[in-house]
C-alpha cells in the first residue's frame, strides 16, 4: 500500500511531501503523547495524531513512520511544515477522525 | 512523558552530561498562583549563546547518536499545553538554569509523579554530585541536601544497602506530608 492510495481513499490534503507519495505504508500507531509515540510507531508505520508542532517531525524522523495522518482538522503550524518538507516527511491532514481513518486503513488491509 | 518527574529526571540528566557537580531541583506547587514551577539549576558546562537559541528545535542536538534530541522541545511542550512556559538560561563554564511553569489545575497537566523515587535514584546513581532538592507546596517544605547526608556519613555509600533504605523513607515521608491535606 502506498501513501499515495492512503491520502487519495481517506480524502487527505498533503502539507508536505507529495512528491514522497509513492512510499510504502504498513501497520499504524495513533497516538498524541510524542514521547510514547516515540517507541510505539514503528518503521513504515502510519502514524495519527492530532499533535501539530515541530516535534511530531522529530519523532516521525526518529520512527521512521511511512507518514503522518494529521486528524480531526488539525492544521500543523508553519516550522511544522517547513521541518516536515526539509527532513523528507509526509504529512497529510483531513477532517478524518482518528477512529474512521483507521478503520478506512484496516479495510484497505493496511 | 506521562508525568512531570520523568521531565524532570531527562532534564537532570543533561545536567549530569554537562559535567555539573551541583544539581538544584525545586519544585512550588502554589495553589493561590495556580502554577507549578520546576527550576532545574546546575553549574555544569553550560550552552553558547547560539546553541541556546537552538536548543527548544528538536533537530538540535549534541548528541551524535542520532540527530534528534526531544528532551527539552518536550517539556516546553507539556508547560505551553497547561497554560505555562518554559525558560533558559545558560552561561558558558557556569551553568544552566532551566525554568518550567505548569498551570497547576489545567486538565492538561500531568501529574507530577513519583518525586521520592526520581530523586532517590538521582542521588544513589550520581553519588559525587550534590544535589539540593526542594519542593514546596503551598506553605509546607521539604529540603534535602546532599552534601549534609554525606557529611554524617562519611564514607558510606548512598548505596548501602541500611543507608539506600533509610534514604527511600526519608524521601517518601518527606514527600507524603507535604500532600497531607491541610485543615
Same mark, same amino acid.
Given at each position: 500500500?502506498?501513501?499515495?492510495?492512503?491520502?487519495?481513499?481517506?480524502? +487527505?490534503?498533503?502539507?508536505?511531501?507529495?512528491?514522497?507519495?509513492?512510499?510504502?505504508?504498513?501497520?499504524?500507531?495513533?497516538?498524541? +503523547?510524542?514521547?510514547?509515540?516515540?517507541?510505539?510507531?514503528?518503521?513504515?508505520?502510519?502514524?495519527?495524531?492530532?499533535?501539530?508542532?515541530?516535534?511530531?517531525? /522529530?519523532?516521525?524522523?526518529? /520512527?521512521?513512520?511511512?507518514?503522518?495522518?494529521?486528524?480531526?482538522?488539525?492544521?500543523?503550524?508553519?516550522?511544522?511544515?517547513?521541518?516536515?518538507?526539509?527532513?523528507?516527511?509526509? +504529512?497529510?491532514?483531513?477532517?478524518?477522525?482518528?477512529?474512521?481513518?483507521?478503520?478506512?486503513?484496516?479495510?484497505?488491509?493496511? | 512523558?506521562?508525568?512531570?518527574?520523568?521531565?524532570?529526571?531527562?532534564?537532570?540528566?543533561?545536567?549530569?552530561?554537562?559535567?555539573?557537580?551541583?544539581?538544584?531541583?525545586?519544585?512550588?506547587?502554589?495553589?493561590? !498562583?495556580? #502554577?507549578?514551577?520546576?527550576?532545574?539549576?546546575?553549574?555544569?558546562?553550560?550552552?553558547?549563546?547560539?546553541?541556546?537559541?537552538?536548543?527548544?528545535?528538536?533537530?538540535?542536538?549534541?548528541?551524535?547518536?542520532?540527530?534528534? %534530541?526531544?528532551?527539552?522541545?518536550?517539556?516546553?511542550?507539556?508547560?505551553?499545553?497547561?497554560?505555562?512556559? !518554559? @525558560?533558559?538560561?545558560?552561561?558558558?563554564?557556569? %551553568?544552566?538554569?532551566?525554568?518550567?511553569?505548569?498551570?497547576?489545575?489545567?486538565?492538561?497537566?500531568?501529574?507530577?509523579?513519583?518525586?521520592?523515587?526520581?530523586?532517590?535514584?538521582?542521588?544513589?546513581?550520581?553519588?559525587?554530585?550534590?544535589?539540593?532538592?526542594?519542593? #514546596?507546596?503551598?506553605?509546607?517544605?521539604?529540603?534535602?541536601?546532599?552534601?549534609?547526608?554525606?557529611?554524617?556519613? %562519611?564514607?558510606?555509600?548512598?548505596?548501602?544497602?541500611?543507608?539506600?533504605?533509610?534514604?527511600?523513607?526519608?524521601? #517518601? @515521608?518527606?514527600? @507524603?506530608?507535604?500532600?497531607?491535606? @491541610?485543615?
Amino acid at each position: 500500500m502506498t501513501v499515495s492510495e492512503i491520502a487519495k481513499k481517506l480524502n +487527505l490534503a498533503y502539507y508536505a511531501g507529495e512528491n514522497l507519495s509513492g512510499k510504502n505504508a504498513k501497520g499504524c500507531y495513533i497516538g498524541d +503523547l510524542l514521547s510514547l509515540a516515540m517507541s510505539r510507531v514503528m518503521a513504515d508505520n502510519v502514524w495519527i495524531t492530532i499533535q501539530t508542532n515541530i516535534n511530531v517531525v /522529530a519523532v516521525a524522523s526518529l /520512527a521512521e513512520a511511512s507518514c503522518v495522518i494529521v486528524a480531526d482538522g488539525c492544521v500543523p503550524d508553519d516550522t511544522t511544515i517547513e521541518k516536515a518538507k526539509e527532513q523528507g516527511i509526509i +504529512l497529510l491532514g483531513g477532517e478524518i477522525s482518528a477512529f474512521d481513518a483507521a478503520v478506512a486503513l484496516s479495510e484497505m488491509g493496511i | 512523558m506521562r508525568e512531570i518527574s520523568l521531565h524532570i529526571l531527562d532534564i537532570v540528566q543533561n545536567s549530569v552530561v554537562a559535567k555539573a557537580t551541583e544539581i538544584e531541583v525545586d519544585i512550588c506547587e502554589d495553589k493561590k !498562583l495556580d #502554577k507549578l514551577t520546576v527550576v532545574i539549576r546546575d553549574n555544569g558546562c553550560g550552552m553558547s549563546e547560539e546553541f541556546l537559541k537552538k536548543v527548544i528545535d528538536p533537530f538540535a542536538t549534541k548528541r551524535t547518536t542520532r540527530k534528534v %534530541g526531544l528532551g527539552i522541545p518536550l517539556l516546553k511542550m507539556a508547560a505551553e499545553n497547561t497554560g505555562g512556559s !518554559l @525558560e533558559i538560561q545558560s552561561k558558558e563554564g557556569e %551553568g544552566t538554569v532551566v525554568t518550567a511553569v505548569f498551570g497547576l489545575s489545567h486538565i492538561d497537566r500531568q501529574p507530577l509523579g513519583d518525586m521520592a523515587g526520581t530523586m532517590l535514584g538521582l542521588f544513589t546513581a550520581y553519588e559525587d554530585i550534590r544535589f539540593l532538592y526542594k519542593h #514546596k507546596v503551598n506553605e509546607k517544605e521539604f529540603f534535602v541536601d546532599t552534601k549534609e547526608i554525606r557529611n554524617v556519613l %562519611g564514607d558510606v555509600p548512598f548505596q548501602a544497602p541500611e543507608v539506600y533504605l533509610w534514604l527511600s523513607d526519608f524521601l #517518601k @515521608e518527606g514527600e @507524603e506530608e507535604l500532600n497531607q491535606m @491541610e485543615v
